[in-house]
């Protein structure tokens, strides 16, 4: 059975930083599309930061240049470092899975994912 669980969320001060990792296991093959997604009060989920197989990446404008998604295949981990963290970064972010494209996933948002973690909360405030 797939499993995402994600960790590393926190309080912080505005300027600072957290890295979120997202550990996938029962995979029986490398993690597909990977993606970051960001519940605030309300019923959307914002895509924040995407990653495919073969390293195709899109980011927010929102958090471009602040984030940085990486994947660390032997852990079966993928991390979303956050930088320069503000008060709007808060919220509940996700980590989910699918065999879709990065601009499926995150970019157009025509496949919702299959399979999501539980959530780990980032509250940025001073």
């Known amino acids: 059975q797939v499993q995402l669980v994600e960790s590393g969320g926190g309080l912080v001060q505005p300027g600072e930083s957290l890295r979120l990792s997202c550990l996938v296991s029962?995979?029986?093959?490398?993690?597909?599309?990977i993606g970051w997604f960001r519940q605030a009060p309300g019923p959307e989920r914002e895509a924040i930061s995407c990653?495919?197989?073969?390293?195709?990446?899109y980011y927010a404008d929102s958090v471009k240049g602040r984030f940085a998604i990486s994947r660390d295949n032997t852990k079966n981990t993928v991390y979303l470092q956050m930088n320069n963290l503000k008060p709007e970064d808060t919220g509940l972010y996700y980590c989910?899975?699918?065999?879709?494209?990065?601009?499926?996933?995150?970019?157009?948002?025509?496949?919702?994912?299959?399979?999501w973690g539980q959530g780990t909360q980032v509250t940025v405030s001073s």
């Open positions: 029962g995979l029986p093959f490398p993690i597909p599309t």
């Open positions: 989910a899975i699918d065999t879709v494209s990065v601009h499926n996933m995150c970019v157009i948002r025509s496949v919702v994912p299959g399979k």
């Open positions: 990653m495919s197989d073969s390293d195709d990446v």
